[in-house]
């Protein structure tokens, strides 16, 4: 399995609008297909240079539906965000690969 982490710095000024809009976003993502769930979480560390920043992690279902998402989605995807917070946002991409996952209930492990 892979994540396909987003870490985004939101320029204090816009934060509300873009909360709003990345709550629509996400449905749309997960919309294509290609991933089986996302965790929208808020980077508790404060950045030198101001803002608030967050981390969308999209947990796909393979190597080939992340391919084919940046393949068929991505940058459609992406353009809507550029055009509308662009000067206002810092954004990176990551991609992680699950190599092991424990609970309480599996301490050996075992995905």
């Keep these: 399995m892979y994540i396909y982490n987003v870490t985004v710095n939101i320029d ?3 934060h509300d609008e873009w909360l709003i809009w990345i709550k629509e976003h996400i449905p749309q993502v997960l919309g294509t ?5 996302a965790t929208l979480t808020k980077v508790l560390v404060e950045e030198d240079m101001g803002g608030v920043t967050y981390s969308i992690q999209y947990k796909s279902y393979s190597r080939e539906a992340l391919d084919a998402y940046y393949k068929e989605d991505a940058d459609r995807l992406r353009t809507e965000g550029l055009k509308k ?8 991409r990551t991609e992680l690969q699950i190599i092991d996952e424990y609970s309480p209930l599996t301490p050996e492990g075992g995905i």
């Design 33 to 37: 297909g290609k991933f089986e769930k």
């Design 85 to 92: 917070f662009a000067d206002k946002m810092l954004a990176f």
């Design 12 to 14: 204090e000024s816009i």
